[in-house]
């Protein structure tokens, strides 16, 4: 098995380089970290026992935001180390724990380069967030005697699928994972149904829900509402946005700007990817209306000049200020077929929050938060139209949704404790 798994990692490495190239060239991707990818890796305190956590991109880098703290707090002994796969992810990873973790780049999963990770890391657990388990990563651990778990589980119904397509590796990879921690039941039932035995899984909730802020203030937005002299301007935000849906916004925006009442509606763009973010700048620009950069009020921490109707939100990290700054969200990759972002954050914080019908990488939030009337599903740009412009002009109703949505965070917290639990009793400690 694992010479056959080499042998298509090689194959696809081959058949997939010419995008990695183009990517390189044209995106300014993949350009750094390429030790780090063939398993050269480090740690800041190679005396004390390792946890090993990977969290592939931003989501999950993000959905471990409580979860460090909490098995730091528990684990005082263990020094952990943390690995992402996107240029996004180590960015976020970077900035956030880069001061107190070993950050890389996560390792091909060629046994070699795999062996050669665990070798230098010899950690005691490696915790996999949400689905990130490779064949040869778990074949090693197990070999070695190291225990590999899931956390924060999650088999979403576009991938289930594939996975039953190919059960006949996931069995086999599945059987050496120790434990299996899930967002919910029925993707329990999907990991048990994918060869992973039913002992080793439990349901948890979503560690998201515990990184939701649902009180306070948020650190840095009475700052941003000076800087764009925001004052008592309604702020439409549309957080996480992807290809194809700006134009959608700002055909929305434009309407919604000659209605009564809401000529002095101003709007916050923030794209998912920072690929993007020129591509975004070009589509306000020919809407005619005055817009600015927050990249390049940031970079200086100075104040915009007058103010203007368009914020092109061009940075990493900032997202929640915007949200917290909110009349109205709209969370986007949802209008186009993408899955979506993450609509915990802005329900958290107490904002009336719409989004798409395609939802399918966060299912269990969004049947959470629309059983409790939380947040409000759109089909289309007319019917985002039609909404928006309803939970702005009916403070009430609009109120109505953002409490409820806020109420269903708080209701599904607690995931972190039960993880740092599991994860505690199976080192024994």
């Known amino acids: 098995m694992g010479i056959l798994l080499n042998v298509c990692y090689v194959v696809g490495l081959i058949l997939y380089s010419p995008r990695i190239i183009y990517r390189m060239i044209r995106e300014k991707r993949y350009r750094s970290g390429w030790g780090q990818r063939l398993g050269r890796l480090g740690r800041k305190y190679p005396r004390k026992p390792c946890l090993w956590l990977h969290a592939v991109s931003v989501g999950e880098v993000n959905a471990a935001g409580t979860l460090i703290p909490a098995l730091r707090e528990k684990l005082p002994g263990y020094e952990i180390v943390l690995s992402s796969t996107t240029d996004t992810g180590m960015a976020r990873a970077t900035a956030v724990y880069g001061d107190q973790l070993a950050v890389f780049y996560f390792p091909f999963d060629l046994s070699w380069i795999m062996r050669r990770a665990i070798g230098r890391l010899e950690p005691r657990l490696i915790l996999l967030m ?24 999650r088999l979403s119904d576009r991938s289930f699928p594939k996975y039953k397509k190919v059960r006949w590796v996931t069995a086999w990879m599945f059987k050496k994972v120790s434990l299996v921690l899930t967002q919910t039941s029925e993707y329990a039932k999907r990991f048990i149904e994918l060869g992973c035995p039913a002992r080793r899984v439990q349901v948890t909730s979503s560690l998201k829900y515990d990184t939701a802020q649902t009180d306070g203030p948020v650190p840095g937005a009475d700052r941003l509402a000076e800087q764009i002299h925001l004052g008592a301007d309604r702020l439409w935000v549309a957080g996480g946005t992807g290809p194809g849906e700006e134009q959608i916004i700002l055909d929305v925006y434009k309407r919604l700007r000659r209605q009564g009442g809401l000529a002095g509606l101003r709007l916050a763009v923030i794209p998912r990817k920072p690929e993007r973010f020129d591509e975004a700048a070009a589509l306000i620009e020919q809407t005619g209306f005055e817009y600015v950069r927050y990249s390049k009020l940031k970079a200086v921490d100075t104040c915009t000049e007058g103010r203007p109707a368009i914020i092109l939100g061009d940075t990493m990290g900032d997202l929640k200020k915007f949200y917290a700054l909110a009349s109205v969200v709209f969370v986007g990759r949802s209008l186009v077929p993408m899955g979506g972002s993450d609509m915990m954050e802005p329900a958290g914080l107490g904002k009336c929050t719409t989004f798409g019908p395609h939802t399918f990488n966060f299912k269990q939030t969004v049947d959470a938060l629309l059983a409790g009337v939380g947040a409000i599903e759109v089909g289309d740009e007319e019917q985002l139209y039609d909404i928006t412009f309803k939970c702005l002009s009916n403070p009430e109703f609009a109120g109505a949704v953002a409490d409820a949505g806020r109420k269903v965070i708080r209701q599904n917290q607690g995931a972190t404790q039960r993880t740092v639990n599991a994860i505690a009793e199976l080192l024994g400690v």
């Open 130 to 153: 949400e689905l990130e388990v490779w064949p040869n990563l778990a074949c090693i651990a197990q070999k070695r005697d190291i225990p590999v778990v899931v956390i924060n589980g």
